[in-house]
């Protein structure tokens, strides 16, 4: 069982290097088309673009992760260098429980055990720096992290809190968010 997985090791980092494979194809000449293996992180980056460029709000997901101890499982995020709550936008074709499922191993190297009951519903134009999001909070009962995140560029640091040592501040507006969930209070904006 890890209680933190630092991304900064490089020992951590090189289990963590993923990538994104394109299986060769026929082309309509008849030529074939090589298998290209893309950085995962440079394909999620990529995506993140065309969000930007479609001026769509995006949906996602995140949880109010506990350990079956009742720890409270954070991420601290590359970009702000401050704790979050473990989740992330919907893929193409992909259902909101399968999107946390992945999000989970992805970012914090938690198994889901059961998914709870939905929470909050976020959707303030301004409460995401990076892009209008509607995020929905659930309840989720995970299993201890037990390998590291995907994307070490993404995800520094994973730790299981016990309550009373809870970051006070977390990024990307989920203070308002984690508060809410850990008082039980449904939200709706």
């Known amino acids: ?15 963590a290097r993923a990538y994104h494979d394109f299986v060769a194809t026929r082309t309509p000449e008849g030529g074939m088309l ?18 930007h460029v479609l001026r769509r709000p995006v949906v996602g997901i995140a949880a109010l992760a506990r350990t079956p101890d009742g720890r409270i499982v ?28 992945r999000e989970l191993r992805e970012e914090t190297g938690t198994r889901l055990v059961s998914m709870g009951e939905l929470l909050g519903v976020y959707s303030r134009p301004d409460r995401d720096p990076r892009f209008h999001a509607v995020t929905l909070i659930v309840e989720a009962t995970v299993a201890p992290p037990t390998h590291p995140p995907d994307n070490p ?16 501040t977390l990024s990307h507006g989920m203070t308002e968010m984690l508060s809410n969930a850990r008082l039980g209070q449904r939200f709706w904006e």
Do not use: C, H, Y
């Open 1 to 15: 069982m890890l209680d933190v997985l630092d991304m900064r090791n490089p020992q951590n980092m090189s289990a």
């Open 34 to 51: 090589r298998r290209v293996r893309i950085p995962s992180s440079l394909w999620k980056l990529t995506k993140e673009v065309a969000r």
């Open 74 to 101: 954070l991420i601290r995020r590359s970009d702000s260098g401050q704790w979050a709550m473990p989740g992330g936008t919907l893929e193409w074709g992909e259902t909101l429980r399968s999107a946390l499922d």
């Open 153 to 168: 560029l993404e995800i520094l640091e994973v730790r299981a809190f016990a309550e009373a040592d809870l970051p006070s």
